[in-house]
């Protein structure tokens, strides 16, 4: 019976262990957590979410403190169209931020930047230019383009130095998604060196319909990509990605040619993610009816997350003076239009609800936004309950292993630490 470590995802010329950890946002898949799938030979994504305020925590820096105190006057104004990022900050946090991480790199696999596209921040064209360019400026092993295809991202950077030597890499849920970044990219001659290929089961934003998700798989839309890239002659690695939860569902990828497997759900319980501990307690103890999709993004995508997180249903004012990060390029957010709703309808309230939408950027940051993927029910079975009811957290490396050398599904549980204590 194989195991993953029994195949090897080649890019640009190397090979690797066929595990990637995916990127989770704000700093939940920290560097940390990318470094350890990079000393252990496989690939590890940092986010690029929000990366102001990821600096200011690691570095003591004070980005968000200025952009707030620049735009303190508008704090009270509906209309947010007057909230712009300093391009020149923004390329120092992602600096600084990125080059750290590789600075501390070890062992023989790749870290990338999971580069959220739909972090629009009142300039689409010109931020996601500033955030790519500096990731490269930064020595980025590769990038992965997510969370809203732009056509357009390697137009972007196609003057940068590093723009073919970098591993640049694309999520798409469907062949037509795929067809039209190949046709838009192709007059570059220079094609994605790999492509993430994410099905339903997915956690966090999905690329599908909030009313047809379900009708999708993960098999099949892989199927589909794979005879599409045969009939084109393309021979681009294929990484399948969601819902993939033990060593035995990555191989079955694998033997039907994937290059390699995307995985989060059971990194976001280790000590390395980001997540709060008493957050990751939540996930423990979550069931499958705790799992919801809904769509109070304002991205307009539906977005996986447990039922019981707190941004659901809370009113807290936009806080687009200090972030921002989902303004459009017209300066607006659907979650400011539900606000001011909310506002206008509930005249002098004190306490306001707004269930239809909820500003990712303050939740996110704060960690209130717990997006998760279809799987997180079964991650009690990877580990201990301990005496006071709370689950063992797991080390990074302790969850790699087990989806690179487990067969039959197996999940192998952690030496007890009460035991070891």
């Known amino acids: 019976m194989k195991r993953v470590d029994d195949f090897r995802l080649r890019l640009g010329g190397k090979e690797y262990v066929p595990i990637m950890i995916g990127g989770m946002g704000v700093d939940i898949s920290t ?13 590890g994504h940092i986010s690029d979410a929000m990366v102001p305020d990821v600096s200011d925590r690691k570095f003591d820096t004070s980005f968000v403190k200025e952009k707030t105190k620049l735009y303190k006057f508008n704090i009270n104004n509906m209309d947010k169209s ?12 992602t600096r600084l931020h990125v080059g750290a991480t590789m600075q501390a790199k070890k062992g023989d696999g790749l870290i990338f930047v999971n580069c959220m596209e739909k972090l ?56 037509r998604a ?45 199927d589909e990509i794979h005879a599409y890239m045969k009939a084109e002659n393309l021979d681009i690695p294929l990484i399948a990605a969601g819902g993939i939860f033990t060593g035995s569902d990555a191989v079955s990828f694998l033997e039907k040619g994937a290059g390699g497997v995307q995985v989060a759900t059971r990194f976001t319980v280790t000590r390395e993610c980001g997540l709060p501990d008493d957050v990751k307690q939540e996930y423990y103890r979550a069931s499958e009816e705790d799992i919801i999709v809904n769509g109070v993004s304002p991205t307009g995508y539906p977005m996986r997350m447990l039922k019981q997180t707190p941004a659901i249903g809370s ?21 400011i239009n539900s606000y001011n709703r909310e506002v206008q309808a509930n005249p002098g309230s004190k306490d306001i609800k707004v269930f239809d939408k909820t500003c990712l950027c303050t939740h996110m940051r704060n960690f209130n936004c717990w997006t998760c993927g279809s799987t997180t029910w079964r991650l009690k079975d990877t580990t201990h309950k301990l005496a006071d009811g709370s689950y063992q957290i797991l080390s990074a490396e302790h969850v790699f292993k087990d989806y690179q050398f487990s067969v039959d599904n197996q999940l192998a549980l952690p030496p007890r630490a009460e035991a070891a204590a």
């Open 315 to 335: 009113g807290i004012r936009p806080g687009c003076e200090s972030y921002g990060y989902l303004l459009d390029a017209t300066g607006n957010c659907a979650y």
């Open 31 to 43: 560097s940390e957590l990318a470094l350890e799938a990079a000393r252990l030979g496989g690939i």
């Open 82 to 93: 007057v909230v712009q990022f300093d391009l020149e900050r923004l390329a120092e946090a």
């Open 178 to 222: 795929l067809q039209l970044f190949l046709r838009k990219v192709s007059r570059l001659n220079r094609n994605p060196d790999y492509i993430i290929v994410e099905g339903p089961l997915a956690g966090g934003h999905l690329g599908f319909g909030i009313d047809d998700w379900q009708q999708y798989d993960l098999h099949t839309i892989m």
């Open 120 to 175: 629009t921040m009142n300039a689409p064209k010109e931020t996601l230019r500033t955030r790519l360019s500096a990731a490269l400026d930064a020595g980025i092993d590769g990038i992965t383009m997510s969370a809203g295809l732009h056509l357009g991202s390697f137009d972007l950077i196609k003057d940068h130095s590093r723009f073919r030597e970098a591993k640049l890499g694309i999520i798409v849920s469907s062949v």
